[in-house]
Every structure is written in C-alpha cells, then in structure tokens.
C-alpha cells in the first residue's frame, strides 16, 4: 500500500517496559529467557506459539507449530477428539535454522472429513520426554459438493503502528472470524509490517492513547532475518489468533509490506531507517521467515520454485489460484508503456495463471490477488503501485497483462471467476463491463476488497475507467491513518451453495455485520 541468531518465546524482559501492564487478558505465550542457549532450558519442549493448519485439499494438508527449543516434532490426527484410532506422523527435527519451527505434510487423509490433530514436541535426546500437546482442527476438501464451501478473506495485520492493544483485547476481529466456523480463511498479503515498528503507545486526534505490546525486533523496522522473524512472530502473541489458528485452516500470499511499502525487484532504498538497502536482500530474508511461519506448500523444503503463487483446489465447487503481484514485477513507474511483458505477474506466472485456469473445472475461480485491478494506487507522485494508473484510455504498462488475461478468459470460455483483495484499507464491491470500458474484449465479472484486519484506515482511492469498474458499494474513512479505535476492521465472507452452485459474497465489520451482499449464478463467463 501506498500510503540467526536462535530466540526462544519472549520474556518478560524481551518485551518492552510499559507496555504489558494489562496485558493479562491476551494470554500471551508463556516466558522465558529471550536469548537462552537451549541447553540452558529445563522442563520439556512447549508449543506456546500454538498450531496452524494451512493449503488444506481433499487428502492432505500441512501442520505448523514453533517449539521453545530443538525437539522433534510428531503429529497424531484422529477423526474424533477423544483421539481413539489415531494416526501418528513422525515430522521434522525443528532447531535454530528454522527459527524453531516446523511444518509436517499429512497425506492421505478421507476427504471431506473433520480432522482433528494433536502436535507433541519431543526432546531429541529422550523421545519420552514430550510436551504438551497441542490441539487443532480442519475440515478435508470434499469430493462432492453436497455440503458447500464456506470461507472468509481479509489481510494487512498490525500496520501502521497499530497494534496488540490490551485494553482492547487484542485482535478481537479473530474471534468475530472464528464463530463463523469457516472452511478456510484466504490472508491476501500484509500478514506483517515489516517497514512500520510497533510503539508501545500512540496518542489518538481526540487525545485517547493507543497502548501497543511490543517486542525488541518491532522496535525498529525489519532488516536482519532475525527481525523479520521477530516481525512475523509478532502477530502470534496474540490469544484470539492463535485461537483462530488452531480451528480454521489458511491460505496465505504476501504484499509489499512483508518487505517494504510499495518494493518492486532490484529497487534501493531511499530510506533513512535502513542499513541494509537492497530490497532483493530484504525480500529472501523476508520469504525465508514467511515460509518458516506459514503452513506454504509451494515452500516447503525440496521445493524446486519455492513461489508464493499456486491454485489450492476445493472440490468441484472452488478453485482459489493464488497471485503474487510483488516478486516478478517491473519497477513502479507512470505505467504509461505501450509494450509491457512483465507487467505485475512477470510472464511465466501470466501463462502459468492462463494454463491453470483453463485446466480448471471448478464452478468457481476465486483469482487471490494481493491487489486491486481498477483502483488507482499512487506511489509518490508520478508513479503508480498497482495495475491502474489514472488514464482511462486503451491498457498500458501494467494494464496490458490484465487486458491480456481477461481476453483469455472470455476467448476460452472460462466460467465463474471473481477476484478478491485486501490491500487499500477499506471494504468496497466493484462491477467490471466492457460496456463501460476502453478495453472491451473480456466478460463482465466482481472485484471484492475488504480489509484491514489490524491496521490504519484510509480514504478511497479513484477509479480507472480502462476495463469500466462501476462501485456498488464502498465503505471508507475520511482521513488517512484512522486508528482501529476509530473506524471498524473488515472481512470478507464468501458462501457456495452445494445444491445451487449459487455463490454470495457478504463483506462484514468487525462485530460481524453485514454491509454488503451479492449472490452470483454459477455457469456464467461473465456476471
């Protein structure tokens, strides 16, 4: 958006004076020395930091969790939580090369089933000597599409200096999310803010003080890969979303904040807070703390891509194809070119995203994208972030690629897709028409935005009239930088009937309501 070194769990000196007071309510991870050897540790391996189930199919699915120490991790799953009959996997030797944590891939799983897991960290001395385990759940993809698919999106977490506030009770927009029982929940990138320390308080405009936890490695912004795994590690001290972990599953792509505002490939720069000045630096070290702290399965170890972008099928109902608009663009720019073939995606994601939704046969393509198409998002004052760049002409720079895209889709009949985003910081529903357009050769379809979860509020963005976006609803400050004390945070909630096909998009506010709904027939190229 426009506008190591091995740790164990934080202790009470790792997190900074002033700012924990009240923080009683979040439960934060149990304490112990910040930076003490493992070997200096009494007691058995703990899993404090809580599980994570994520890129969930019909037979198979991938468990994380973060360990205090070296241990081995094992995981039991069991169609009931009694646990009777379960299945036991053997997973990882977890230590300092991954920042302590661990992800076990499980395979061959009945689809369609609730699955509940149990992870037990083990000394890798005495296999005996194990920890307490700790539960999660997930629903396997059906075969069928009897019972539906139900499932939310949101992103940008702990943004612009707003974050863990205790008087508050943390992330409170989890457990909003959690009572809707989704069957995954899609993060569309800003998971941290690596660019944007975490204060512990912030004065608010009519003088209420923000109070934030916060932490050694958010003190500053993120350079080393210790502090991007501070960074990443941050969001997990609070309580709602490691509850909200353990019980709905996820599927996670990242932005420009997991690095810096607005970085594109090869840029340096100009930023005083930096030492280290090369985003091509910033972003391995960045990728490697993101696939150390999300269940990924494009990044998994042996992995011969390790790419953020891939399709997670959900049953004959859904397809979600997963974007990465961050890693293979070209340099931020007026987007004025008349020729662009790297665009946003970068060629070889373009065809690879041509080539899978073609193969599809899902009733739905959900196209994840990390940001909008026809919303107008600035960087500084000639340059453009996004796809759009203010012309409502014929596509240029940026636009070409999408213009490209969506000619596929219509010439090959491509049915059922709508895209979903985060990104600008407010909730809006956009209707695309070539008979609106500059560029007409493409079918009608919806873009959904809806964020933030946990960071500052801004003020709508201008549309670009290229591929004839018309808003049917919008919700937004009216001033940049709105506190989540003063404005709501924002989900989106996306509901397939089994029997219909029907699809409903609901985009919610914290507390859970309702402010827009829209039902999609099944069937169609365009809407």
Same mark, same amino acid.
């Given at each position: ?116 897991? #149990? ?35 949101? %992103?940008?977490?702990? !943004? ?70 501070? =960074?990443?590690?941050?969001? @997990?001290?609070?309580?709602? @979303? ?16 997991? +690095? $810096? ?52 099928? $959900? ?13 293979? #663009? ?12 790297? %665009? ?18 899902? +009733? ?25 760049? %203010?012309?409502? !002409? =014929? ?20 049915? !059922? ?45 201008? @549309? ?40 409903? +998009? ?14 999609? #027939? ?6």
């Amino acid at each position: 958006m426009s506008h190591r070194p091995p740790s164990s769990l934080p202790g009470r000196r790792g997190v900074l004076r002033g700012s924990l007071a009240a923080s009683a309510a979040l439960a934060l991870p149990a304490v112990g020395a910040a930076a003490a050897p493992a070997f200096a540790l009494s007691g058995r391996p703990k899993a404090a930091w809580g599980v994570q189930a994520g890129d969930v199919g019909a037979d198979s699915g991938l468990i994380w969790t973060r360990s205090d120490r070296p241990a081995r991790m094992i995981v039991e799953t069991s169609a009931t939580e009694s646990f009777r009959r379960a299945t036991k996997w053997h997973g990882p030797l977890i230590g300092a090369g991954t920042d302590f944590t661990g992800t076990t891939r499980l395979r061959g799983l009945p689809p369609g089933e609730q699955i509940h897991y #149990r992870v037990v960290l083990a000394d890798p001395d005495d296999p005996r000597r194990t920890g307490e385990p700790v539960t999660g759940t997930f629903r396997t993809t059906p075969v069928g599409r009897r019972d539906g698919v139900r499932f939310l999106w949101s %992103g940008d977490i702990a !943004g612009q200096g707003w974050g863990i506030n205790p008087d508050l009770g943390g992330y409170r927009v989890y457990e909003d999310m959690r009572a809707l029982n989704p069957d995954f929940f899609l993060c569309s990138g800003d998971n941290i803010y690596a660019d944007g320390p975490i204060l512990p308080s912030v004065t608010l405009p009519d003088g209420r003080v923000w109070r934030n936890v916060t932490t050694e490695e958010k003190s500053k912004v993120a350079e080393t890969l210790a502090e991007f795994r501070g =960074a990443f590690r941050y969001n @997990l001290l609070d309580e709602n @979303l490691r509850r909200f972990n353990a019980q709905v599953p996820s599927i996670v792509q990242w932005d420009d904040h997991e +690095v $810096h505002n607005n970085w594109y490939p090869g840029q340096i720069l100009d930023d005083a807070r930096y030492t280290e000045k090369d985003t091509n630096v910033l972003a391995a070290r960045s990728l490697r703390a993101f696939s150390e702290y999300f269940p990924v399965s494009t990044l998994r170890p042996g992995d011969d891509e390790g790419r953020v972008y891939r399709v997670l099928r $959900h049953g004959p109902l859904l397809d979600v194809f997963v974007l990465d608009m961050r890693s293979y #663009r070209n340099a931020n720019s007026p987007g004025r070119q008349p020729d662009d073939a790297t %665009g946003i995606l970068g060629a070889r994601q373009l065809a690879w995203l041509k080539r899978e939704l073609s193969r599809s046969r899902a +009733v739905w393509k959900v196209i994840a994208s990390d940001m909008p198409l026809g919303l107008v998002v600035a960087d500084g004052k000639v340059n453009f972030e996004a796809v759009a760049q %203010g012309d409502p !002409g =014929a596509p240029l720079g940026r636009e070409l690629q999408i213009a490209e895209l969506l000619r596929h889709i219509k010439h090959d009949r491509i049915t !059922g897709t709508l895209w979903l985003t985060a990104d600008v910081h407010y909730t809006s529903a956009q209707h695309y028409d070539p008979s609106r357009a500059a560029f007409q050769d493409f079918e009608p379809f919806w873009e959904f935005v809806s964020g933030p979860l946990a960071a500052g509020g801004f003020q709508a963005v201008k @549309l670009d009239a290229t591929f004839g976006p018309e808003q049917s609803f919008i919700k937004a400050p009216d001033r940049a930088n709105t506190s989540p004390m003063e404005t709501p945070q924002y989900f989106g909630e996306v509901d397939i009937d089994g029997g219909s096909g029907e699809l409903t +998009v609901r985009l919610r506010q914290q507390g859970g309501d309702v402010l827009f709904s829209k039902a999609l #027939r099944p069937g169609r190229v365009g809407q």
